[in-house]
């Protein structure tokens, strides 16, 4: 059979799976994994550590001087911030507080939506975040929009947080999650949307491998559309 290497995308709020589920899709597809927040989490960790104001320029300057470097490893992807490894540093609770307030600036945005279409120049990636199928790579071949209960949200934040060792409140967390929900869809440029095509697929009572299994079923669908129209378009 013809294979095309593709773009696959997954959107949705906080706590619906995404990296989990891309992370896997990727690995069975033998495709790239790009986790979009991790780039903004790491702009995030940089203007906190330097006191950078809040403003569009300030940020907007650090998002395009930063380099930012993902590797993937067995055990998951290594984020590297001006060659520094800051993998843990990123999901720090202080990032996670802030980030959504960096990444609803147009200039910070801009310079990271860039990047991101660079890695996905030739195909074979799975790339994950709030606006890549509406924004980034709005002519995706596969497109999927993932949604949880708010409750079961949290509780994989929880104990996501727990397997870090990490000590966090349960009334902190839904805060969190909540506030960045808002912030995330309401905010005027490039806004967490279901993108125009997606499949959505709610997560809330599903195993990794069934949401990892429905996504290959996607691709494996447009893998097959693909290859009766080239047989016909003799591509
Ligand atoms: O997926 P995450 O929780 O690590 O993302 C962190 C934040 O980054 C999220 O609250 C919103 C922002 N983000 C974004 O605006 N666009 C993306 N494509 C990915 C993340």
Redesign the pocket.
């Known amino acids: 059979m013809r294979m095309k290497k593709i773009i696959v995308t997954i959107d949705g709020p906080?706590g619906a799976g995404?990296?989990t589920t891309a992370r896997h899709v990727a690995e069975r597809l033998g495709y790239l994994y790009i986790d979009?927040?991790?780039m903004?989490?790491a702009i995030t960790l940089a203007a906190l550590r330097k006191g950078t104001p809040l403003d569009d320029t300030a940020l907007g300057e650090l998002a395009s001087e930063c380099e930012i470097h993902m590797e993937p490893t067995f055990e998951g992807q290594r984020v590297f911030l001006n060659r520094e490894d800051v993998t843990v540093a990123i999901r720090e609770s202080s990032v996670t507080s802030n980030?959504?307030q960096v990444?609803a600036f147009p200039k910070v945005r801009w310079a990271l939506v860039q990047r991101q279409r660079g890695l996905g120049l030739n195909g074979g990636v799975v790339m994950d975040?709030?606006?890549?199928g509406s924004v980034v790579f709005p002519h995706a071949e596969v497109k999927v929009f993932l949604v949880a209960d708010t409750d079961e949200r949290i509780r994989r934040r929880l104990a996501e947080a727990q397997e870090r060792g990490e000590q966090i409140d349960a009334d902190h967390v839904r805060q969190q999650i909540i506030g960045?929900d808002k912030l995330?869809s309401e905010r005027q440029e490039s806004p967490l949307v279901k993108p125009e095509g997606a499949t959505e697929i709610d997560t809330t009572s599903l195993t990794i491998e069934d949401q990892v299994e429905r996504i290959l079923e996607l691709v494996r669908g447009y893998q097959k559309t693909y290859e009766l129209v080239s047989l016909f378009t003799n591509l």
């Open positions: 906080a995404k990296s979009s927040g991790a903004y989490r980030v959504s990444s975040g709030r606006d890549i960045r995330d």
